[in-house]
C-alpha cells in the first residue's frame, strides 16, 4: 500500500475522534510508523529500483503491531483519550 493512502485514512480516522490539528498530526505519525523501516533499505532499493517486501523488517509485521500496542497501552493509561487517535490509525496500516 502506498504511503499517501495510509495518510488520508490516518486523517479521516482522527477526524472521527478529534479536530486538534497536533493530535490528527500524531495519529498520521503512527498511522505511517510501520514504513520508517524502510529507512535503512532505501539507498539500496533507490540504487536498483526495486521496492519490495525485502526492504521490509519484522517491526512491519504483527511483530511490530504488538510492540507498538504495548506502548499506545502505556501511553493511554495516562492520558485515555490518546488511545483512539493513536491505536486505529496503526491498526488500518496493518490492515490496508
Do not use: Q, W
Amino acid at each position: 500500500m502506498n504511503l499517501l493512502a495510509h495518510i488520508i485514512l490516518s486523517y479521516n480516522i482522527a477526524l472521527i475522534f478529534t479536530s486538534d490539528s497536533n493530535l490528527i498530526i500524531l495519529a498520521i505519525l503512527f498511522g505511517i510508523l510501520p514504513d520508517f523501516d524502510h529507512i535503512p533499505h532505501l539507498a539500496g532499493a533507490l540504487k536498483t529500483l526495486r521496492f519490495g517486501s525485502k526492504s521490509r523488517s519484522r517491526y512491519h509485521e504483527l511483530y511490530g503491531l504488538c510492540i507498538v500496542s504495548t506502548v499506545i497501552v502505556t501511553i493511554s493509561f495516562f492520558k485515555p483519550t490518546l488511545f483512539p487517535i493513536l491505536f486505529f490509525p496503526i491498526l488500518s496500516h496493518y490492515l490496508l
